[in-house]
């Protein structure tokens, strides 16, 4: 089936936080979208985050944003589908505080559409105390919807972590290892699978003509749901096992090696 639509990661896959996005890689979209192609992202940050992250690259097709728990038209500035966990969810992460500090640093964080915000309760006023790598805010203060529930730990616990909180969780909710230190609660019905299936229905296709490319666990999903799909060289044996094609880092310009090779295919 051809591929109408192509999506990437954007952290490890289009660039990397800190550093940015390659020249490559900006150059390839910019030219693919002018010939008319649709480019989209399918990533865990917000599309505010997303833009400033790109600046003026361009994402003309719907979007996945906040790791599948919504969708986002970044032309018309528009959420749809959104997908949102509930207070339940955030009692199951606080019931296992006690076990959860054989974690190293463990923090939980709750992210809705505006950021990332570190939990502190008033039952427990020692929580959060020392800033991590989002402000910290009273339960109360957080605005839902609610898409998220991060437990934030060292980068040698995160597996381990994530495994004992799959062994815990209740029915309703998925878990998923997004990056080293990072283990997210979410609604079962959201990931980026199932999200990049919804995204390609109200596009008024299928995931079958999609191909995407990513680089970690959290990716696995959309790799499997894409007709296509391809990762960075340096990401885990697992992900890689899923995919159609390896290609480069991605600070060498892997997203700009995956359209030439779509663009070949079609």
Not at 155 to 176: N, T
Request: a negative charge; aromatic letters at 8%; glycine letters at 10%.
């Amino acid at each position: 089936m051809a591929t109408k639509y192509i999506f990437a990661d954007v952290d490890g896959t289009l660039g990397i936080g800190g550093i940015g996005i390659p020249e490559k890689n900006r150059l390839a979209i910019r030219k693919y979208v002018e010939e008319g192609g649709s480019f989209g992202v399918c990533t865990g940050r917000s599309p505010d985050s997303v833009k400033g992250f790109i600046g003026d690259l361009p994402i003309n097709t719907l979007s996945v944003v906040n790791g599948g728990c919504a969708l986002y038209d970044f032309q018309k500035g528009e959420y749809l589908d959104e997908l949102c966990v509930e207070e339940d969810a955030l009692q199951f992460a606080f019931s296992m505080k006690k076990e959860l500090e054989q974690f190293t640093e463990c923090r939980i964080v709750i992210v809705n559409r505006t950021n990332y915000w570190q939990v502190k309760t008033k039952e427990d006023q020692t929580a959060c105390q020392q800033q991590y790598r989002y402000p910290i805010a009273l339960l109360e203060q957080i605005e839902k919807p609610w898409y998220r529930i991060i437990l934030c730990v060292s980068a040698q616990d995160g597996i381990k972590c994530a495994e004992f909180v799959r062994d815990q969780k209740p029915d309703g909710v998925r878990i998923e290892h997004t990056e080293d230190t990072l283990v997210e609660i979410m609604n079962e019905a959201s990931g980026k699978g199932d999200a990049l299936r919804r995204a390609c229905r109200y596009l008024g296709g299928t995931a079958e003509e999609a191909a995407f490319i990513g680089d970690f666990f959290n990716d696995i999903g959309a790799l499997k749901a894409a007709g296509l799909s391809a990762c960075v060289k340096n990401a885990p044996r697992e992900v890689k096992d899923c995919c159609d094609m390896v290609l480069s880092d991605c600070m060498d310009g892997a997203v700009a090696e995956f359209i030439e090779r779509v663009q070949k295919i079609i």
